[in-house]
């Protein structure tokens, strides 16, 4: 993990990463069943089956435990595939993002995270430290490999590119609530190549 996250070190049991990843996924799920007002440290100890004291060593609130489970859970899911076909890999790669963001544990702690952020500077910064800045890079790649292999526009703007397929998926999840299908996203993707 990034950011202020602490190195975590096994401990004479050599139990401390299982852990630490019971901790995560007990805050996902949480999160999910009560919601964040009543996500509370005790919760997730019980639920993780470690002590509050465990908790507090490793991460000074609920939020860094949240950002923690969702970085950690993006970087698995949100990376792009390469089929050497950037029509379908957008459209994929559009596809996932609006399922993670939608459907996901993770995605409910993005939406909570992102809630909080608007009135605590430091998460704010931390999300866009952490997630956000990564996130856009992987954005980026199936741009950045169609620009290597030759097969787009050299003067294509990839931000306005990216901004133009990415940010309705987010404007949806954030603040309409209108669902995200296939076909939304498909669209987006399409609209976007046939100015390229």
Do not use: C
Not at 26 to 55: H, M, P, S
Not at 100 to 119: E, I, N
């Amino acid at each position: 993990m990034g950011g202020t996250a602490q190195k975590h070190r096994g401990n004479r049991y050599g139990r401390s990463e299982e852990a630490r990843q019971s901790v995560l996924e007990a805050a996902d799920d949480l999160l999910v069943e009560v919601g964040y007002a009543r996500l509370t440290i005790e919760g997730i100890a019980e639920r993780a089956g470690v002590a509050k004291q465990t908790i507090y060593r490793w991460w000074p609130s609920k939020n860094d435990i949240l950002m923690d489970a969702f970085v950690q859970d993006a970087a698995e899911a949100l990376i792009p595939s390469d089929t050497g076909d950037l029509r379908h890999d957008l459209r994929t790669h559009a596809r996932d993002v609006a399922a993670f963001l939608t459907a996901s544990d993770a995605g409910a702690v993005f939406r909570a995270l992102t809630a909080q952020a608007q009135h605590d500077p430091a998460l704010a910064a931390r999300l866009q430290a952490e997630h956000l800045g990564k996130q856009r890079g992987y954005d980026r790649l199936p741009f950045e490999r169609a620009l290597t292999r030759g097969d787009l526009d050299p003067d294509l703007d990839i931000d306005l590119a990216v901004d133009q397929i990415m940010g309705p998926i987010y404007y949806r999840v954030l603040v309409t609530g209108r669902p995200v299908t296939q076909e939304f996203t498909d669209t987006l993707v399409d609209a976007v190549l046939s100015r390229s």
